[in-house]
């Protein structure tokens, strides 16, 4: 079942706008990541946000994380072209009799014009 | 980047005919992962493996076996590939489980079955 989902589903902005992209999820978590892919390619790691943390930074992108509202927001500042790909949350769970677990959602295609 | 090859990078095949993607790792990692993506689904995952011979299934099993008899090459089998099973394969790989940690991705494999 998924657990992420991403909304919203696409957004277009102008080269130097900021983006933000939220997540929603269902059931509790021990972190979660947000992960960008480039047309064709695979999946890399952007930033990871542990349960007990509310915000984290990483260059120009900011993670916020409210764990009674099951939902996070990713925001990329100053965006350029290269911006431009899906993003995806996953959460991540580990449990004794499953290991470590992630799931991801359908992603935001973000497109930034020059 | 993580070094994890996917081969081949693009097949197209028969119904009804077996298929073996392949996924070798150089980080000497203990996990891999074998995903699939799809438009509307997001990433879901096949099966995983745990160390040498240790293998699981994941939440789109059905159809698929694994085998992992080195710790840089992780096979995913299709025995008999139905048009369903049509799909872009990402494997990828995470040095811990307990920590949740973020996993490396492939470029992925894009499987056509006619």
């Known amino acids: 079942s998924q657990q992420g989902e991403e909304d919203p589903q696409a957004l277009s902005i102008q080269e130097g706008e900021n983006a933000t992209m939220n997540c929603s999820y269902k059931t509790s978590i021990n972190n979660l990541q947000w992960y960008r892919q480039n047309s064709g390619r695979g999946l890399v790691h952007l930033i990871l946000i542990r349960s007990n943390e509310r915000e984290k930074h990483s260059g120009r992108l900011r993670v916020t994380l409210d764990t009674s509202k099951k939902s996070s927001s990713l925001l990329i500042t100053a965006s350029r072209a290269a911006d431009t790909a899906s993003y995806f949350c996953a959460t991540a769970l580990f449990m004794e009799t499953s290991g470590s677990r992630l799931t991801f959602g359908e992603g935001t295609q973000l497109t930034v014009n020059p | ?114």
Not at chain 2, 13 to 22: A, C, F, K
Not at chain 2, 25 to 46: K, S, V
């Open chain 2, 1 to 114: 980047d993580a070094g994890i090859t996917q081969s081949p990078r693009h097949k197209v095949t028969e119904t009804g005919t077996p298929v073996t993607l392949r996924c070798h790792q150089t980080e000497n990692h203990r996990y891999m992962y074998w995903y699939r993506q799809d438009p509307g689904h997001g990433l879901r995952l096949i099966h995983y493996s745990y160390g040498v011979k240790d293998t699981d299934k994941g939440e789109v099993s059905d159809g698929y076996s694994v085998s992992r008899s080195k710790t840089e090459d992780f096979l995913l089998t299709l025995e008999s590939a139905t048009s369903s099973q049509t799909s872009v394969y990402f494997c990828a790989i995470s040095e811990s489980e307990i920590l949740c940690q973020p996993q490396h991705f492939g470029d992925g494999t894009r499987l056509s079955i006619l």
